[in-house]
Every structure is written in C-alpha cells, then in structure tokens.
C-alpha cells in the first residue's frame, strides 16, 4: 500500500513549457485534489474531483487543468508555464465517507 | 468563505519547554478541524484531528481542543524536543460533499527546538 505518490520529485521548466505533475492513489478514494504551497501562505487549493469523470475549481485555478478518468490517478497540467507558477505541489486523497486527508510528499517546481 | 489564522512565527523554544500555537478560525456549518505537521523536506502529516465541539485531539504528546464559543483549536505540548521541529499547519474541513470537504490552511508556524 504506497498511499498517495507523485512524480517528479523537482522539476525545472522554462515560461511557457508544458509538462504534466502525476498523482496516483491506491486507497480507492474517491475525494483527490492539487494545493500549491507557498511561503507564508500556507496550502491553497488548485482543482479537486469528488470522483472519476467530475472536477471543480479551487482557490487558485488558473494557468492550471485537471482531469480524471480513472478514481486512482488525477494529473494536473500546465499547458504554458510562468515564473509565478514556482512553487511546491501537493496532491492529496481521501474516502468519500469523510476522514482524513492523506497528502502525497510533493513536486518541487522552478519555473526560469 | 471560511478562513483560519496561525500566530505568526517562527517559534523557537528550548527543549522540554511548553509549547502553545494559536489558531482560529472563521466557517458555517459544522466544520472539523485538523493539525498538520510537515519535517523538512517531507509532505504533510496528520497529528491531529477534532471532527466536533469539545473534542480532544491528541497524538505523540500533543493536544488541542475545538472550541465553538471562541472559534479556536490551539495546539499545545508540555515538553517539546528537538525532534518536534518543524512547520505546524492549522486546517479546517467544510464537510461538505459538494466540494468534496475541501481543506483551507492556515499560514503555517515554523517550529524549531533548541537543544
């Protein structure tokens, strides 16, 4: 049982590359979603999906897609990256019933 | 929209000092209310957690109460160590089902213990 993974691990990217942050879960959750982490402003939510084929907006949207056909994987795009996008992503899952929120060790991403 | 307020950090004690971080927050509904912790270079790890109203949670030594009446869920533990460094994350849950319970952090408080 490996929990929530995300891959890479660090990423450097030029403004305006496309690349594409993995999240896969095998907990049959059906709750995922993408936070970012930003200094002094602790996580703030991305997308989430309440279950495979549905996908909704958080906090910070924009510059970001999501989708999710499977229940075990939610990606997150960047289809043109910007420097305002540097920043730490966090994916996390947790069962639809309620409880915990289980939280994937994260990307590192440097936009140049 | 709902929000939750750490005190500002960082936070620098010596060991086997009390440990108090202050947070509180604003929601509707029935909210739960969690603390996070997060070692360098690490993901986030759940400490602890209260899912209503004079509820305790507690885990490795720390505690931290839900007050409705002064909408606050203060993190405190007697006897800190060097291990317990770290940044600490107050967190609420809406519970609600539409938005998939959707968690909204605090700033975060860096922690760090001094031997």
Known sequence: NAGVTQT???QVLKTGQSMTLQCAQDMNHEYMSWYRQDPGMGLRLIHYSVGAGITDQGEVPNGYNVSRSTTEDFPLRLLSAAPSQTSVYFCASR?????????????????? | GDSVTQMEGPVTLSEEAFLTINCTYTATGYPSLFWYVQYPGEGLQLLLKATKADDKGSNKGFEATYRKETTSFHLEKGSVQVSDSAVYFCALSDNRQTSGSRLTFGEGTQLTVNP
Request: hydrophobic content about 35%; glycine content about 24%.
């Open chain 1, 8 to 10: 890479p691990k660090f």
């Open chain 1, 95 to 112: 069962a639809s019933g309620g409880g915990t929120q289980y939280f994937g060790p994260g990307t590192r991403l440097l936009v140049l």
